[in-house]
């Protein structure tokens, strides 16, 4: 089968070549997947260059979330059967036409949902849900902020804000990638490279529409100015939720507005409760899953890639051409949402 194969840690991240490999044939416990269509993630580019936290030994294929069919089951394989459609994850090997996974890591895929949106769905609706529902108590009609909307978790932040009844205002850092934000379901888009940081940047505008009172909940994965600006457009009570820092900055929390409005500055770490909480974990993954199914979420895949092109979707992702979602395709297979 072919693979995008990383033989060397190298920040250039076109050094990755597709190579003909041997998969062994499933062990017991495992499924092998026919891979349709595979999610590219930041920490795919971040283990190619060796600054992920986690480190693959080379060589290896990068890629985590991928969806597919089933063509073989190991012999103590209970739960699936071949010609099975379904969608998995791994730590890596996703970029490459077939993957052997253990059973505990596969569910399922309706036939409604598609490979390419079903293997985007998981880490980005997670991030949200346990952002949104379990940090940040999220509660219908309450005002929520995202930041970095245009990204992928950004976007699963927009969509399941609006599912759980809030009223979202999304920014941005493009007209462009945020009309797509709004035809998606945001009630306002602020775009934040446009807005006059000496007039107060985006916190003027938020404060005008939320009737002087700032946002409820505010979801930042970006950090920086942005969430130093978060801290004065958030409401008595508010909860900033942390959830990452794609602008390279990490922000000080001022504790005397943090006691002047009584609100609260909350970790997310998504993936980390379910290693701590393993039942917990698996209520939140069915919790998505079932969201996913009924049609109540919808991941948003903005372009794909066949295999062999796999470095240009990871380029795309570097220079935030991304809106939601790029993914990786194999075996023939071709997004219809994607025009
Ligand atoms: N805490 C958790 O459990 C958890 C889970 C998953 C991911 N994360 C983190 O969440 C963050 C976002 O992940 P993602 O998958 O949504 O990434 P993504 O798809 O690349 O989206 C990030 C968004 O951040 C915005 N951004 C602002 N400043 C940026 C900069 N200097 N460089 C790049 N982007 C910038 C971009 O929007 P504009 O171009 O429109 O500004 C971009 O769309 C990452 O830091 C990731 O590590 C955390």
Redesign the pocket.
């Known amino acids: 089968m072919r693979s995008l194969i990383c033989r060397k840690i190298s920040e250039d991240i076109t050094s990755v070549e597709i190579e003909e490999i041997e998969l062994p044939e499933p062990e017991p416990n495992e499924v092998q997947i026919k891979i349709m269509a595979c999610a590219v993630?930041?920490?795919d580019i971040l283990m190619i260059q060796g600054k992920y936290q986690f480190k693959p030994p080379l060589p290896f294929a990068p890629g985590g979330e991928f969806s597919g069919e089933i063509v073989a089951i190991g012999s103590q394989v209970s739960g699936f059967s071949t010609g099975d459609r379904v969608v998995a994850g791994a730590r890596y090997g996703g970029f490459s036409e077939y993957i052997n996974v253990d059973e505990n890591s596969v569910r399922t895929l309706p036939k409604a949902i598609s490979f390419a949106k079903a293997a985007c769905y998981s880490?980005?609706y997670?991030?949200a849900l346990?952002?949104l529902k379990i940090r940040g108590n999220l509660q219908p009609n309450e005002t929520l902020l995202v930041?970095?909307?245009?990204?992928?978790?950004?976007?699963?932040a927009v969509d399941l804000g609006k599912y759980m009844g809030a009223k979202v205002i999304a920014?941005?850092?493009?007209d462009e990638?945020?009309a797509i934000v709004k035809a998606r379901g945001a009630d306002h888009i602020i775009n934040?490279?446009q807005q006059d940081a000496s007039l107060g940047g985006f916190k003027e505008k938020v404060k005008e529409l939320t009737n002087g009172r700032g946002a409820d909940v505010i979801f930042d994965?970006?950090g920086?100015t942005?969430f130093d600006e978060s801290i004065r457009c958030i409401n008595w009570n508010g909860r900033i939720l942390?959830?990452?820092?794609?602008?390279?900055v990490w922000p000080k929390a001022p504790v005397n507005h943090i006691l002047i409005k009584q609100i609260s500055v909350i970790?997310?770490?998504?993936?980390?409760i379910g290693r701590r909480n393993p039942e917990l974990g698996r209520q939140n993954g069915a919790e998505i899953h079932q969201l996913l199914t009924e049609g109540s979420i919808d991941p948003h895949v903005c372009a794909s890639f066949p295999i062999e092109d796999a470095v240009k979707a990871m380029q795309m992702?570097q220079n935030?051409k991304?809106?939601?979602?790029v993914v990786i395709t194999a075996n023939g297979y071709s997004p219809q949402e994607i025009t």
Do not use: C, D, W
């Open positions: 993630n930041f920490p880490t980005t997670l991030t346990v952002a930041h970095g909307a245009t990204g992928g978790v950004g976007l699963a920014t941005g850092g493009t990638k945020l934040y490279t994965p970006v920086g942005v942390t959830i990452g820092f794609t602008s390279g970790g997310v770490r998504a993936g980390e992702l935030r991304v809106v939601g979602k």
